[in-house]
């Protein structure tokens, strides 16, 4: 993969959901490669945004403050971006199950938005959407390809599927270059560890760090891949770039699919203590769990030249150390 990705220097990028987890990763390194950055965020209460995110580079980072349905707002803004990060959305899967409409405003609406909003303004500009593996449903064979059936077991699932969807309409009819990539389990710095809204990786983390035992649901046998924040910005650099790419969708994955099971082990062991104790699955959460799960990243591999670099035993570690220096910022 490039090491520097210098043509990123000097171009203008709008990232919306600059303020959460991967948007913010993603906007320091586009600062430190020289790009003017523009974050959009709304800092919707229970969302994974965060001040603290940014911090240091709220000096080389514009920052708006509002929501993508916002129109009026939203189309100054898209003018002029080379590259349009669209990371924006609700990922809670029992929140969309709890509050539907809201799902579907955050995750259909606003994508329609944005959208338009370029078609309008900006048909020029390169856009990257980040949806999900959840599009897949229970997975009917692993390692997972892009062409498994897609049949989502939440709201969530659903309304990430009809924005990436969306997103391949508009390159088909309209034009507009824009690129899908289906994530797996992200984590690193600057993820939401409060509670399980984005990963219960956050919340094992700060139930160990905090000293009190990690809750493994079911028999922990579960499969699961995780990408470690800087491999997946790799990615959303690589396919900014990629001609190719254009009209696309990819899936990431990882070379470390790992029971659940041995992940709260491995992190006892980073963290020198802790435990972790089988808990039977919540109800409503055993009705939308997908088991087992590894995505096969090798179209992207190929097209592209992208792979993950960061170990989960590296990652792990770099994580915990964040979250032990700057937990204030985050419980």
């Known amino acids: 993969m490039p090491e520097t990705f210098a043509e990123f220097a000097g171009a203008r990028a709008l990232i919306t959901g600059g303020l959460g987890f991967i948007g913010s990763n993603l906007a320091r390194r586009l600062a430190d490669l020289g790009a003017h950055v523009t974050v959009l965020d709304s800092l919707i209460p229970d969302s994974g945004g965060n001040w603290f995110n940014l911090a240091g580079y709220e000096d080389r980072v514009g920052i708006h403050i509002g ?129 399980a809204r984005q990963t219960f990786l956050g919340l094992w983390l700060r139930r160990l760090l905090e000293g009190n035992p990690m809750e493994v ?66 109800p409503d959460r055993l009705a939308i769990d997908i088991g087992d799960y590894c995505g096969d990243f090798s179209r992207i591999q190929r097209q592209l030249g992208w792979e993950p670099v960061v170990s989960l035993r590296e990652g792990l570690a770099w994580t915990l150390a964040y979250y032990g220096a700057h937990h204030a910022h985050y419980w």
């Open 217 to 282: 649901y079911g028999d922990g046998t579960q499969i699961r891949d995780f990408n470690y924040v800087d491999d997946v910005v790799n990615a959303l650099l690589l396919a900014a770039l990629s001609k190719e790419a254009e009209g696309r969708t990819y899936n990431l994955g990882s070379r470390d699919a790992i029971s659940l099971h041995d992940l709260a082990r491995l992190l006892v062991e980073l963290n020198g203590s802790g435990e972790f104790r089988l808990v039977p699955f919540p």
């Open 67 to 195: 929501d993508l349905r916002e129109e009026r707002a939203l189309a100054p803004l898209v003018c002029g971006q080379q590259y349009i990060f669209n990371l924006a959305g609700q990922v809670g899967h029992l929140d969309s199950m709890r509050d539907p409409f809201t799902d579907l405003e955050i995750n259909c609406r606003s994508q329609l938005c944005l959208l338009e909003a370029c078609r309008q303004r900006n048909p020029a500009a390169r856009i990257l959407y980040t949806s999900t593996r959840q599009v897949y449903g229970r997975a009917m064979r692993v390692p997972v390809q892009e062409e498994h059936p897609l049949s989502p077991v939440d709201i969530n699932g659903i309304h990430k599927l009809a924005a990436e969807r969306y997103h391949q309409l508009y390159h088909r009819i309209y034009g507009l270059r824009t690129t899908s990539l289906r994530l797996t389990n992200t984590y690193g710095p600057r993820m939401r560890v409060r509670d």
